[in-house]
């Protein structure tokens, strides 16, 4: 039963895999972009070899280091456990570094020491990233073996940038006595002390550490590393009042999430992202344009530090819907170049906008195609109406979106003034004096009795209104896409499963 208990310890079950099968493929798409897996071997002090993958995007902009995360497996996991992290933080633009520790998985060496020997092997990772130009700076991801690795080690190493530490215990010499009492074994109590006192003689001399070192508490209060701690409140493996002992010792910024399930159990969506939002602040990724299959796919996908190239092109497209074929390839040339901002530009192109067939103009027309009433009320109602319509298109994925933007897409710049037979229902006096520009969509018609006012003094009131309604509707989208390059914009986050 000693013999058991000290390979329970010291040599658990290894984890045995294909790389080629468990882990992610050499190129692979996540969240519409593509990244790669570059396998490596490094070696640690005690000469042991250590099998490592790196995921990382396949094309990174010249002169950007990303930040990465190193993921810290259990005492029987591999780096195939970094799955999971590798599709939560790489769409994020930060890099994830998974390895086997010496003892585990497809490394080097014969037994793990849950955390002693396991940080000289994540010291040599480090080692490893600092080298790379590619690579800014360093987080810690560790899941029970794990997370005591990244404890012991960031006692040592203050330029870590935030550790995650799931299901960490706080006493190695403790937990054993517990696990006595949940598993039930059936030795005399005041044996068990003696019997763990010969373990640790017997793991001493095989694995070369002392069980009585593995004490976190200790090295707690020497570490200022921001951590977010996780620990399932139903795990009877390492008891959850582990890491509220820490927790309550740690010097660092900190954080405690409990969650459902034990020790082994998948973790909540909810805690996964916590763990994103957290390495997102300590880690500071940049962030750079995703490569996307048309100028929609780019306007749906603008957030936080989009550059201006981007509206660029949006702008062109609008501009180009209103030309031939043959000039668009020109106008694309000359507003790259152009030395005006992107709202300059934006607001030009509203400003554009005009009546260019009867049924623009439906709204203002009654059943024998007179100009109607439209009051004060009315006309803010429809200026509401149009202006909420188009936030609600702005923040919408649907397809009905893409068809809303499309028919915006398609206006072109047209004359202040068209010739009189374009408009068979209105005289060539009245339609001199229009100057009416608005949205290609056409609103539903409003009834109402013509007026008993001077025609003349009608118009100009109603055109007055309506080009207040335009400079309004320009306005809202100006704005909109103000906060598009301010990184306002509100987008759906992709689920990481």
């Known amino acids: 039963m000693i013999e058991q208990f000290v390979n329970f310890v010291i040599r658990p079950p290894r984890a045995e895999y294909n790389p080629d099968q468990y882990l992610w493929e050499p190129e692979f798409t996540l969240a519409g972009r593509k990244y790669k ?26 002169n950007t280091a990303l930040p990465c995360v190193i993921y810290c497996h259990g005492n029987s996991g591999c780096r195939a456990d ?49 080298n790379n130009k590619e690579v800014s700076c360093i987080g810690l991801w560790g899941r ?49 002390k003696m019997a763990v006192q010969y373990m640790r003689r ?34 009877m493996f390492i008891q959850s009042h582990h890491s509220d002992r820490i927790h309550q010792t740690y010097a660092g910024d900190k954080n405690l999430i409990k969650f459902d399930g034990d020790h ?61 074929a043959g000039s668009s390839s020109a106008a694309a040339t000359s507003l790259t170049n152009a030395t005006k901002s992107v709202v300059e530009l934006l607001t030009e192109r509203v400003n554009q906008l005009s009546v260019k067939n009867d049924n623009d103009l439906d709204f203002l ?47 072109g710049a047209a004359s202040d003034r068209s010739s009189s037979g374009e408009r068979p229902g209105i005289s060539n006096n009245k339609h001199k004096s229009m100057t009416l520009r608005a949205l290609a969509t056409p609103l539903r018609r409003i009834r109402r009795k013509p007026l008993t006012i001077p025609k003349e003094r009608k118009n100009r009131s109603l055109w007055k209104r309506l ?16 906060l598009c390059i301010q990184g306002q914009a509100k987008h759906k986050r992709t689920k990481s499963s």
Request: aromatic share 10%.
């Open 144 to 192: 029970s073996m794990g997370a005591v690795t990244s404890l012991l080690y960031g006692a040592e190493d203050p330029s870590i940038a935030g550790m995650v530490l799931d299901s960490a215990f706080s006493n190695l010499y403790d937990l054993m006595l517990e696990l006595v009492d949940v598993y039930k074994i059936r030795v005399p109590k005041f044996t068990v």
């Open 365 to 411: 027309l009654d059943e024998n195609h007179n100009l109607t009433e439209m009051d004060s009320n009315t006309a803010e109602s429809h200026t509401q109406d149009k202006t909420n319509r188009q936030n609600e298109e702005c923040c919408s994925y649907t397809s009905s979106t893409r068809e809303s933007w499309g028919r915006c897409s398609s206006l």
């Open 467 to 482: 080009n207040q309604e335009r400079h309004d509707m320009g306005e809202s989208l100006t704005q909109r896409f103000r």
């Open 82 to 130: 970094a799955n999971e992290a590798a599709v939560i933080l790489l769409p994020s633009n930060i890099t994830v570094f998974a390895l086997d520790f010496a003892g585990s998985g497809l490394s080097g060496g014969e037994y793990v020491s849950l955390g002693w020997h396991e940080k000289q092997d994540l010291k040599c990772v480090v080692s490893f990233l600092r």
């Open 202 to 235: 017997v793991i001493q001399r095989r694995a070369k550490f002392d069980i009585m070192d593995l004490n976190v508490v200790q090295f707690a209060p020497k570490t200022f590393i921001p951590a977010l701690f996780g620990h399932a409140s139903n795990d």
């Open 37 to 62: 897996r570059l396998d490596l071997e490094l070696s640690n002090e005690r000469n042991q070899t250590l099998k490592c993958s790196h995921y990382v995007p396949s094309v990174i902009p010249e």
């Open 264 to 324: 082994n159990s998948p973790r909540p969506q909810f805690y996964y992202d916590s763990v994103s939002i957290f390495f997102y602040n300590v880690l500071h990724p940049p962030q750079f344009p995703s490569v996307c299959s048309n100028k929609l796919e780019k306007y749906y996908n603008l957030g936080a530090g989009t550059n201006e190239s981007l509206l660029y092109e949006i702008i062109n497209g609008l501009r180009a819907a209103g030309t031939d």
